[in-house]
């Protein structure tokens, strides 16, 4: 690796997020474009950058509106950000978030922009419903149709069941290449790894007592910014802006948990409702820029950008990814997994997040799948989301990356640690991993 | 030829010739421009009339033509009507009469001319400039954002009288007209293609082309289905309708009592348009052209024409503020204080286009604020159907934040906290840290001084007072305090600002209650005495009513708020002494739950359909009680705010006369059609005034408000006039 002068390190420089609300619930009537152009807008505010000199916006989303195919775009200029600096939009199925941030990075180190603000943003309540492809292929017939008669023949040709709608959010979490949904590869992956639906329902419920933890001792205050939602359809506007997460379940028990079904793989399965993480709505902005930049605007960077990888793997096994792109960032940077002060997985699925932890203990797996003599190592559970993770809070796909890059990076200022890591499984069959490192004035 | 024998010519009119310029365009069409080197926007003044009939002399020899088009300067600049400060200026009927029938006649002739004509028009066409397209055969307009067509005459209590009133009911019918004649609304575009104001939308870049192709008869108008004169069934039987005389009376009479209603008989102007536009029709254009002239030529002669005229002219002036030595714009607005009068100003700030943050301490008022806003915003747009990307827009400027994070990059922040001297200066001491430098920093406090608020600070040039009147988006005043260290830059930014926001600024002397509560002090307070010595608060509000006023005093008080009202009287009274003594009233009624309209209990009960008095007002008199006549009750309270009015006049409060008069009726309301508190005591005679002033205070508790201002008085002697310019 070339060093890098340390002006030149690229550092988040700035960063806030909406609190995840449960699909269908508070941010129901929001738009991508508005909850991201919000939150945006508060990162340039509180910072106090001129929007102008911003070189450029890139916005992660997995499924953006319909109508605002260039979300980006629209979240920029909805930001206050003039409209001579360009926007984009990236995507990287649950790791969109990162990918923002990391081509942001890529544009900083390639001298193309200096200073980059990145969003990562996912309104999952307004996923659409779909008409099947014979109701389409009549619907544009009928658009061509010429003569009465011609449409009235058409017309005769429609059924009732093409009313049916297809789900955008369903089909969205399936793999079109191996046709399984994303909890039955975390089935599989469990399975494989001998885990017990014990042991998923035991990690979910640590999950959401450390996130009832952190948010009772005000952690993501500073992370997050109250939106006062826009009125979602047929319901009278909020009274009240929407500032904590609102999935975490208070006292939630193992006992509750194992009465859930599971979902996929009936009666037997380990994945529930209440160990997966839940459909979300939330939008997160970073500022990437380069240290020396960063102090000159007066700002006091959160986390350098230490090293940033992507892996490939078994579509089918996605679950797995973390390990993979971890690897890579261990072995491009030196470090040991024990030399990581707190570690970011997203919590897909609890038996997901368990078959990782196994995955980096085996020996086999090192082997046969990273090429290593041996294990990277144990994982700590003290180490791994301290705060909880996407089974309380909640995982809005395009925003989640942006947010863990956000709570790892004020995790190093909150427990006065050198590095943290932020790792995430992707659909399709990747993994990705950052290591974040202090960044000192 | 016209010349200022018939018309009145500005003192720099340009050479004959030299406003209108006629156009060849080859194949049988000739193009009018109006294009007066004199001014930006052309007028319809003697110069301009002077030449379009010489355009029009020059079309009549000709026999080559086919069509022509009139048109202006560009496409979004065509004329804005008559000569206001013509109308300002004029006395004579006669000479009035004989301006009108001269451009009459010169409209007649273009009319007449057996050319197609095709007017090809956008940007402002108000008035005048409309009754000249109307005598075209059709009327293209400009598919502009800033076109607005119409007649808003009666606005300035005068009649559309180059033939608004007999051609426009020819074109729409008559219901139509009189909507667009009583409203004096300038439509948009599409509205005026909708009401058959106009035949035909072009965009910018087209519309020469496809007035050219109208004109040459290469182009048709498709006929509307709806409307006037479209060709459904319902268009047909409105046309049928609108030959029939009892419906044209019906129609008329009851424009008659709407209007009656709203102006209690102060206003004769748009009753003088209904009768003209009912009686127009069958009658030759001659004979309607007379009749327009005879009613112009009274009610321009006529002082409420006058004062009206007078009103628009000073709203112009003010807003010219805005574009004094200095005047900087302003991107980005903060707003201390989400109570109702900052989250007024940050909805008003973000609905034109300004970036606006809004702090206070509390998450949840600010909440409340932003909720208000987005229902203002979507109640708006609903209202002008602005479209879905505008609302995003006044939706997403409107930022709001728990402390002073994100105040740095604000041009300029507007203080609306509690009317306390320790907390507004504490709130001033943060902001000028957390405030970039040079950003202006605003206070609209009512009742404390700006020196005072900006003593203790670095950089007092830059704290001026920037006073808005309750409700926020409906007052179209702004008292500009100017503190006597505030930089005179900072001023004319601030006025920039006001004009920027729809408001009218009238910079302001530091003196407690500024201008506009100062005067409306006593008047607050002497109702509040009458109440004491029995009189009725309906009776008394009826009759300020009459008066012209908006509302009555005891209605007023309610809106205002007892405790604010009480509170403005105690600074009043420090302020002023004696003449500003409060009576007891206000602090027998005040009360937790008695506070005026926002508590549902003052003078009067609310919450029913109609404010009805309290049931226990007897009991809360003190004074003897007895009977007063309709002129003591008026003169005690319309005198008393023009007393202090003269009084403010004289210690240079604001600059002018004018400015004055101006303020006090976007202020108070003060009856628009009296032109205000000076203009009212001029009218009755300064010397009948200043004797029955003296009446007045024999016999008054606080004598010292109605003795006659020395500036008055002198006046009265020497037979003068206030100072207006």
Redesign the interface.
């Known amino acids: 690796m070339v060093p890098v002068p340390r002006d030149q390190e690229i550092v988040l420089a700035a960063g806030l997020r909406t609190a995840w609300a449960k699909a269908g619930g508070e941010f129901e009537g929001e738009d991508a474009a508005?909850l991201g152009?919000?939150v945006a807008?508060?990162v340039l505010?509180?910072t106090?950058l001129?929007p102008s000199r911003i070189d450029e916006v890139v916005a992660g989303c997995v499924g953006p509106p319909h109508d605002q195919a260039n979300v980006g775009r629209v979240i920029a200029l909805?930001?206050?950000v003039p409209q001579q600096v360009p926007a984009r939009t990236v995507a990287r199925n649950c790791a969109s978030g990162i990918e923002a941030v990391a081509s942001a990075a890529q544009s900083v180190r390639a001298g193309d922009a200096e200073m980059v603000l990145t969003v990562g943003v996912e309104v999952m309540s307004a996923y659409p419903l779909i008409f099947g492809d014979a109701f389409r292929h009549l619907i544009g017939k009928l658009h061509r149709a010429k003569t009465l008669g011609q449409r009235i023949r058409l017309l005769t040709k429609f059924r009732l069941g093409f009313l049916a709608p297809r789900i955008a959010l369903m089909e969205g979490l399936t793999d079109p290449t191996c046709g399984l949904n994303m909890g039955q590869t975390a089935e599989r992956i469990g399975r494989e790894f001998g885990l017990s639906r014990e042991a998923a329902d035991c990690y979910a419920c640590e999950s959401h007592r450390r996130a009832q933890v952190a948010r009772d001792r005000g952690r993501f205050k500073r992370e997050i910014l109250?939106v006062?939602p826009?009125p979602g359809y047929g319901k009278k506007?909020a009274?009240?802006?929407l500032?904590v997460d609102d999935s975490i379940r208070d006292g939630q028990t193992v006992e509750a948990l194992s009465k859930l079904r599971p979902v996929f793989e009936k009666p037997d399965g380990r994945v529930t409702v209440g160990n997966a993480c839940g459909i979300t709505d939330g939008a997160c902005a970073l500022i990437v820029t380069t240290r020396g930049r960063a102090l000159a605007e007066g700002l006091s960077p959160l986390a350098t950008l230490r090293s940033v990888r992507w892996a490939g793997c078994d579509p089918s096994r996605m679950g797995l990814g973390p390990v993979y792109a971890t690897a890579k960032v261990l072995q491009a940077t030196g470090l040991e997994l024990e030399d990581l002060g707190a570690i970011e997985l997203n919590e897909a699925f609890a038996s997901q997040v368990l078959a990782v932890g196994k995955a980096f203990a085996s020996r086999k797996f090192a082997q046969e799948h990273l090429g290593l003599d041996e294990a990277l190592g144990e994982l700590d559970p003290i180490r791994l989301n301290p705060n909880g993770g996407a089974i309380a809070l909640g995982h809005p796909v395009g925003a989640t990356g942006s947010r863990l890059l956000l709570t790892a990076a004020h995790e190093l200022a909150e427990q006065d640690l050198e590095h943290s890591l932020v790792t995430l499984c992707i659909g399709g069959g990747q993994g990705g991993a950052v290591l974040l490192e202090r960044c000192d004035g | 030829m016209i010349d200022d024998t018939l018309i009145p010519f500005p003192p720099d009119a340009p050479e004959a010739g030299s406003c209108v310029r006629l156009e060849e365009l080859g194949e049988g069409l000739a193009k009018i421009v109006l294009e007066p080197p004199h001014r930006s926007l052309a007028v319809l003044d003697g110069p301009l009339l002077r030449d379009f009939s010489m355009a029009v002399d020059a079309l009549e020899r000709r026999s080559d033509l086919k069509g022509v088009i009139l048109t202006g300067r560009s496409p979004t600049s065509f004329a804005a009507g008559a000569d206001i400060d013509a109308i300002a200026n004029l006395t004579d009927q006669g000479q009035i009469r004989k301006l009108v029938t001269t451009v009459h006649a010169v409209f007649a002739r273009f009319a007449a001319l057996p050319l197609r004509k095709v007017a090809a028009v956008g940007g402002p066409v108000p008035g005048g400039a409309f009754e000249l397209t109307l005598c075209c055969d059709l009327i293209v307009l400009t598919n502009a954002k800033e076109t607005r067509i119409g007649l808003p005459e009666t606005q300035l209590g005068i009649v559309p009288g180059f033939g608004g009133c007999h051609r426009l009911p020819a074109r729409v019918g008559l219901p139509t007209a009189l909507q667009a004649i009583l409203t004096g609304r300038l439509f948009p575009a599409k509205q005026a293609l909708k009401l058959g104001l106009v035949d035909r939308l072009a965009q910018v870049e087209d519309l020469e082309r496809i007035a050219s192709e109208l004109a040459l008869g290469q182009q048709r108008i498709r006929r509307p289905r709806r409307g006037f004169r479209g060709t459904s069934w319902s268009s047909r039987l409105q046309r049928v309708l609108d030959a029939v005389g009892p419906f044209r009376s019906f129609v008329a009479s009851k424009a008659r009592k709407s209007v009656l209603q709203k102006t209690r008989g102060h206003y004769p102007a748009p009753l003088s348009a209904i009768d003209l536009a009912k009686t127009s029709r069958g009658r030759s254009a001659t004979e309607a052209a007379d009749r327009e002239a005879d009613a112009t030529a009274v009610l321009v002669a006529g002082r409420v024409a006058k004062n009206l005229v007078s009103i628009f002219l000073g709203s112009e002036a003010a807003k010219k503020l805005g574009r004094q030595e200095g005047a900087e714009d302003v991107g980005r607005i903060g707003v201390i204080g989400a109570g109702v009068m900052g989250a007024g100003i940050a909805s008003l700030g973000a609905g034109r286009g300004v970036d606006v943050r809004l702090s206070d301490l509390d998450q949840s008022v600010l909440d409340q604020a932003e909720l208000r806003h987005r229902k203002e915003t979507l109640k708006r747009a609903k209202k002008r159907r602005t479209e879905t990307s505008e609302v995003d827009r006044a939706i997403d400027r409107f930022e709001t934040g728990v402390g002073l994070g994100g105040f740095a990059g604000c041009d300029l922040v507007v203080e609306a906290v509690a009317e306390r001297l320790e907390v507004k200066r504490a709130v001033f001491s943060e902001l000028a840290e957390a405030c970039r430098e040079g950003a202006i920093l605003a206070t609209n406090t009512s009742s404390l001084s700006v020196d005072a608020i900006a003593s203790k600070l670095p950089d007092p040039g830059r704290i001026v007072g920037l006073h808005f009147f309750n409700p926020v988006a409906k007052m179209p005043l702004v008292e500009v305090v100017r503190g006597s260290r505030t930089r005179p830059e900072v001023v004319a930014t601030v006025c920039r600002l006001a004009v920027r926001l729809g408001k009218t600024p009238v910079p302001v002397a530091d003196v407690p209650g500024f201008l506009v509560n100062r005067v409306l002090g006593p008047y607050l307070d002497e109702a509040a005495r009458l109440f004491d010595e029995g009189a009725d608060i309906q009776r008394v509000d009826r009759l300020m009513l009459e008066f012209g006023m908006p509302m009555g005093p005891f209605a007023l008080l309610d809106e205002v708020g007892l405790d604010v009202a009480a509170h403005a009287g105690r600074s009043m009274f420090e302020g002023y002494g004696e003449r500003m003594q409060t009576s007891l009233v206000l602090g027998r009624l005040l009360a937790p739950e008695r506070m005026g309209r926002k508590t549902g209990l003052g003078f009067f009960k609310h919450g029913g359909s109609k404010p009805v008095p309290a049931s226990d007002l007897n009991g809360l008199r003190e004074l003897p009680s007895r009977s007063h006549d309709d002129d003591e009750i008026v003169d005690r309270l319309v005198l008393a705010l023009c007393a202090e009015a003269v009084r403010a006049l004289d210690e240079s409060v604001v600059e002018t006369a004018d400015q004055l008069d101006l303020a006090v009726i976007l202020g108070t309301g003060f009856a628009p059609f009296r032109g205000g508190p000076l203009r009212y005591l001029e009218r009755r005679g300064l010397s009948s005034v200043v004797s029955r002033l003296k009446f007045l205070a024999e016999s008054s508790a606080t004598p010292g408000r109605f003795l006659p201002p020395k500036a008055m008085v002198g006046l009265a002697e020497s037979g003068g006039r206030f100072e207006r310019v």
């Open positions: 508005h152009g919000r807008r508060e505010a509180r106090g001129d909805r930001a206050g109250p006062l826009l506007p009274r009240a802006s500032g």
